[in-house]
Nanobody, 119 residues
């Protein structure tokens, strides 16, 4: 059974930092690209960041580029999202996902972890 479990969300002031983690089980994450999406209230789910199987290639949404960093540890089946210089508009439920390519994520999803940024 495939499971993706996110953690690390919380309440932070604007300008602050958070580090999200996602633990994958029931699959060999090193064979899959991994990524993060987010969904704010009343909005559609949107892409945040992705990382290739080997961790060499990364991609980011324009809105987070330069502030967020995605990384992975294949030995631990983990993916991380370091979020710096957080803004009020980063407030959302953040989801971890996996797929065959960084441009084809969404095979499995976690339950999400809430990030709330106070202005």
């Amino acid at each position: 059974q495939v499971q993706l479990v996110e953690s690390g969300g919380g309440l932070v002031q604007a300008g602050g930092s958070l580090r999200l983690s996602c633990a994958a089980s029931g699959l060999t994450s090193s064979r899959l690209a991994m990524g993060w999406f987010r969904q704010a209230p009343g909005k559609e789910r949107e892409f945040v960041a992705a990382i290739s199987r080997g961790g060499v290639s990364t991609s980011y949404a324009v809105s987070v580029k330069g502030r967020f960093t995605i990384s992975r540890d294949n030995a631990k089946n983990m993916v991380y999202l370091q979020m710096n210089s957080l803004k009020f508009e980063d407030t959302a439920l953040y989801y971890c996902t996996v797929g065959p390519l960084t441009t084809r994520l969404g095979d499995y999803w976690g339950q999400g972890t809430q990030v709330t940024v106070s202005s």
